[in-house]
Structure formats: C-alpha cells, structure tokens
C-alpha cells in the first residue's frame, strides 16, 4: 500500500500481521511504558514557551502545490518537531523528571541495548547480545540466573570499548538512585533500593513478587541477571526488563555518578547533569540543543549495527545511519510546519499526535511531498486527581464520564477523524485489544446515547450518592432541557470551582476542543468545572512536579500516551501500579489510584510465563480501569504524517503507530 500522492485518496493502513505471528513465535521470548513507551511518556518539567523559527515562505515558492526545493545539504536529514525537549540527560529523558516525546526523538536513537524489537514485525532481535534468542533463566538453588554473552568487537562513539560492565553500571546507578518512569520496567527490581526509602517499588516489584536482584559482570562480555524467582514474560523475554534496558557508558558517567552521589540531592544531582559530550551507542550522536530554536544529533561512526540486513513483518532493509547529521526545527505550529516542509526547510514532520487533517489538501496537491496514515499505539484521556474531592469519589468519575458525549465530539466537531476509545489497549494492536471489554464499558458509560438519556443518568448517579442541586439539571414536559445550577456535595457544601487543564488548540486542536466541551457538560449538570488551556509543558510539569502537602495540585487533566511495546504492554502497572504513585515514588501514576484487586491482577500479569495466560489477564485489568475510571479514556485517531519523498526514501511506512514511532527512521533513512 502506498503513501498518498497527488490527490489519490488516504487509505488506513493495516495494521501488520506481524503481531499476530509475533505472539506465535514468541511465546517463549519479547510500551513505553518502557524503551519507546514516552508521551508519550508525559514529561514532568515544564518549559517555557516555545519560539517558532522564521515562518517566512522563501520567495519563489509555492507552498500549496509547487515542488518542495530541498534546501539543506544531501548529507543531512531534516526534522521539524512542535516542542521544546526538556532535557540533553538520558537518564532525565527516561525517569518521571523530563520524560517526554520530545526528547525521545532527538535522544532515542543514541542508546542501545542487549536486545532490541525489529520494525515493522516487532520481532525481538539480538543487538549488543552475541545470541539472537533471549536466553531462558535456570535455577540455581533459592534463585533464577540468566547469562547473556555479548558481542566483543562493540565501541562506542568515543572508541572505547562496550562491556558487560557498562550495563551493570548502568542497572546500578539506576536502582541506586531511585529512578522512576521507564526505568520502572527496565530496572525490574525485586526489593527496592535502601536509598529509596518506604519500599518505593517504583524501583521493582511489591514484596513476594519476582524481580531482579542483581545484575553483574561475570567477565568483560557476559552479563548475568539473578532474579529472586522464575521471571515472566512481563521483565524477561516479551514485556520490558534488563534484556531490553538502555545501556550508557560506564567510563563516562562513572565520576559524575561519583559527584552526584555525594552531593545533597543525588538524584537531582544526575538527573541535572549534562547530556553534551556522552557517548553513543546508537546510530546516532547528541551534538547541541539550543531552546527555542533547534537540536542537532551527528553520526555515530561506530555505530555496530551499520551494513546489517533487516528482515521484518515482510519488509528487509539495510541498517545505517546514511547521514552525516539530523536537524531537529522547532515550529511553532503545524500550519508553519507544513509551509517550511513544502519549502523544503524540513524533509519529515514528527508528532506524536499526527499532523492535522485540514492541511492534508495541502500536502496531497504537492507532487513532491507524501501523507501517509497507520493507527495509533496510544489514547487520550481525561485524568482525575484522586487525592481531591469531588474527583476521589467514583460516583462523581462516573458522572463525568457518563455525560461526555465522545460519539458528538468526534463525529461532528471534529468531522468523524478521531474516533471515539473506551478501553486502554487501542483497536490497532490486534493481539490485545478486547472488543468484548471495549462494549462493556461503552455501555457503562452510555456510549451513543442520546443527551436526555446522559443527563438522566448522571442525575441518577450523583443522587443516589446523596449529591443535590440548587436547580437540577432535567427535561421538562416540553422536551426542553433545563441546565443545572450548584451542584452540592454529600457533606451539604457546594462544590468549588474545578480546574481542568488541556492543550491549547495550536498544539493539538482535538484534545483542546474535548477539554472545552467535557467543561460545558459539566457546567450544563450544575457542577463548576473551568477549562485552562495551557501549554503542554507546562501541563506536565503541574501534574507531576507541583506537589503540596503530599498532594498534586491539579484537579482534571486531558492528555495522552503512547504505549510502547505493543507485543506485550506493560503499561497497567506503570500508570495505575499503587507502587508508581507520583506524590511516593515520583512515578507516572499521577491520579492517586490504588485498588488492592486491580494490584493483585498486576501481580499475576507479571508473573504470567505465556501470551495465553496473559490476555485475559490484561482484558480484565482493562475491566477495572472501566469500573473506577481514574482514567475516561476519550478518543484516537490515525496518526497522519507528511514527508518530502522526493528527498529522503524510508525502508518502510506501515508501522503500528507510525513513522515517528521510530523517531523519523534516523537509522534507516537515505536522504537524496
């Protein structure tokens, strides 16, 4: 199927089989929540406004239907991004501090791993490892041990050596200093740090549970993991862990770690130290940042995968890199994106979020520039803060979700391009989504019904949890609808002014337009909810970082994530595990949702040894999230991307979550 071209119309691509003979050939072996599962993993530093470079059109081009005259060097690939990065430090880019899209795309591509996942078929491949299976874990007394030799002839950027030691260190320094976020799964440990204090199981699994209890350096190129128990395939094999962590160089960071640990705050010690000068082990290496303006990354010149064949999901390709260097643009909004890639200032368009419909017209009526769309591996949703009232009583939950109308919003505001989601596992990834979990929940929370219908509803839900109105909210014998005045709460107090903040509508007009519309529902039902658009930066660095008296300062939020691994997600336990909680750990579980029966089904995930022992329990984890909503989930949409492709040829454009998934395909793209 190929990319649309010259007004031939868009077609959803299908979603690869890959996943399902990945669930056959895999059942024995490999989100982010881990390695690729950024915003989505949400940031939570803010960043000031961002400045858009020059939006001037160059004179002499066309930038409806004229040919995109490449304007940058053959030797150098050209991104445009919508974001600041938070962060140059890759232990930043992966922990609850700074982990944001953003970063990932100019970051990703420096780290490596034992073990990585081939695109677009997601087979697990062996990358600094020397044997292509993950190797199976052997008891060995109380304790299950796995050896992985690695490959000897390994450099880093800089010339030294790869060892075992280097990912041994870097396993160490991140379970020492308590990293949060993607480390989480990565790190998989099975008692947490004594440094990290309170049993802060954002380092590794509850008590009992099985974990990782040391990683080590049998010699220079073997790696030995002990786990405390036989692993499942959660942390070894198809879900995230040691196997798939991201390695750094230990003969850089070492005197840093050295500093930090000395120094008052040692993980912010780390986390604040600076990514320029680290060696890389991707394709790719980080040169400069500067904020506001651009990013820039160089060629990796021993990068030990170049000249290597893949052969994926019915597609083979050669390894790079191809290019000298990638420039990362800062726009500051998709329209002056799309005239500096028609000007030829950018070759591709990376967004997490997919590039707005309403400039498809201009893309398809460029003979130079190509739209394709994939599905999406992620969601949005509308986010609680369970530590406030009214957001921590369910009835309240329920309400809200009852009387958003996602079929109206999406079907005719946003003309039918988003579609509306009810569970977390998006409709693309075949291998998991339940369609059965999906109806449940759409019925609970009166998908498709009509607004009288909705109102009712709520109304029912709010009295019998003894809530009452100044004027309730109703339809008169007329059939005219009568708005709600002063929501009053089970305690006899009216409910205060509530505040939800969502993106503003240059940075994602669909998630703006449902922020402002979940408001005017609530509003019309009597309860006080002002929307605050607000820049997306800025909205993570309050729902992660501003905490008071032990309690996040926000009351509703609307964002997104992307899922990572979709060969088997691990996300549950990242976003709802009461061990990732945000105001404890500093992990991505921001809501406060802690529910014994939904940990104990986290617990059995985890420990689940093949994908059919698995599924169910996912779907029913899927079950809970429905039932108490810390999360609505609200919509997705295909991921539309524009590129130039007469300048640049990418292996492959079919991919579960889209071109930007592998971070603009920096280690495969060649540019004319």
């Not at 991140?174 to 380092?203: D, R």
């Not at 809530?467 to 409910?495: A, C, M, Q, R």
Request: aromatic content about 10%.
């Amino acid at each position: 199927m190929t990319p649309k071209r010259g007004g031939r119309p868009l077609r959803w691509v299908a979603l690869i089989a890959a996943l399902s003979v990945l669930a056959a050939a895999c059942a024995g072996n490999s989100e982010s929540a881990t390695g690729t599962a950024s915003e989505t993993i949400p940031a939570t530093e803010g960043g000031d406004a961002t400045t858009a470079p020059d939006e001037t059109t160059p004179a002499g081009t066309d930038s409806t239907g004229g040919t995109a005259t490449a304007t940058g060097p053959a030797d150098t690939y050209r991104l445009g991004i919508f974001q600041d990065p938070i962060t140059d430090n890759p232990w930043a880019d992966s922990d609850t501090c700074c982990n944001s899209v953003w970063n990932r795309y100019v970051l990703n591509t420096t780290y490596g791993f034992l073990y990585d996942l081939s695109y677009p078929g997601l087979e697990p491949r062996a990358s600094l490892a020397a044997i292509e299976e993950v190797p199976e874990p052997v008891q060995e007394g109380d304790v299950w041990v796995a050896q992985i030799p690695m490959k000897e002839d390994v450099l880093w950027s800089d010339g030294e050596p790869v060892t075992a030691h280097d990912v041994a260190f870097t396993w160490e320094t991140a379970y020492e200093f308590c990293l949060s976020g993607n480390w989480t799964q990565m790190v998989s440990a099975a008692q947490p740090h004594p440094n990290c204090g309170g049993g802060n199981a954002e380092q590794g699994a509850e008590t009992g549970s099985v974990g990782v209890l040391s990683v080590e350096a049998k010699d220079d190129y073997t790696v030995e993991v002990t786990f405390n128990g036989k692993p499942g395939l959660a942390i070894w094999g198809l879900g995230n862990g040691v196997w798939n962590m991201f390695v750094f160089p230990r003969h850089h960071w070492e005197p840093i770690v050295e500093e930090a640990r000395n120094s008052d705050d040692p993980k912010d010690a780390l986390l604040n130290a600076s990514g320029e000068g680290v060696p890389a082990l991707g394709p790719t290496v980080f040169e400069e940042h500067v904020k506001g303006s651009h990013a820039r990354t160089v060629k990796n010149p021993n990068h030990h995968e170049t000249g290597t064949t893949v052969s994926s999901g019915g597609v083979e390709y050669e390894t790079g890199p191809f290019v000298d260097g990638v420039d990362f643009t800062l726009y500051g909004s998709q329209d002056a994106a799309v005239l500096g890639l028609a000007a030829g200032e950018v070759d591709l368009l990376l967004n997490s979020q997919g590039m707005a419909v309403g400039l498809q017209d201009q893309v398809s009526d460029n003979p130079s520039l190509a739209a394709v769309i994939n599905p999406q591996n992620g969601f949005r949703y509308l986010g609680f803060n369970l530590m406030r009232e009214p957001m921590s009583d369910l009835a309240f939950r329920r309400a809200m979700a009852v009387i958003i109308d996602k079929e109206y919003i999406t079907d005719n505001l946003l003309q039918g391009v988003p579609y509306p989601v009810y569970s977390a596992i998006p409709k693309g990834n075949l291998a998991w989504h339940d369609e059965e979990v999906e109806e449940e929940i759409k019925a609970d929370e009166m998908g498709g019904a009509s607004h009288q219908e909705r109102v009712e509803e709520a109304v029912r839900i709010l009295k019998e949890a003894g809530y009452s109105w100044e004027v309730e909210p109703h339809y008169d014998e007329k059939g005219n609808f009568v708005p709600g005045e002063t929501l009053i709460g089970p305690d006899g107090e009216p409910i205060r002014q509530l505040e939800l903040l969502s993106p503003t509508p240059g940075y994602d007009p669909f998630r703006a337009t449902f922020g402002q519309q979940i408001a005017a529902s609530a509003l019309e039902m009597g309860i006080p909810v002002a929307n605050l658009p607000t820049d997306f930066n800025r909205i993570i660095d309050i729902v992660y970082n501003e905490v008071v008296d032990g309690e996040l300062q926000y009351d509703m939020v609307v964002l997104g994530w992307q899922l990572g691994n979709p060969a088997f997600p691990t996300f549950m336990r990242s976003f709802f595990g009461a061990e990732n909680l945000t105001v404890v750990t500093g992990g991505n579980n921001n809501t406060g949702f802690n529910n014994p029966e939904f940990e104990a089904l986290l617990d059995e995930f985890d420990q689940a040894t093949s994908l059919e022992e698995a599924k169910p329990i996912m779907s029913e984890l899927q079950r809970i999230i429905g039932r108490e909503k810390p999360y609505v989930l609200l919509f997705e949409s295909g991921i539309l991307e524009f590129y130039n492709e007469e300048r640049i040829d990418l292996p492959f454009t079919e991919l579960l979550g889209g071109i930007q998934t592998l971070d603009g395909m920096q280690a495969y793209v060649a540019v004319r």
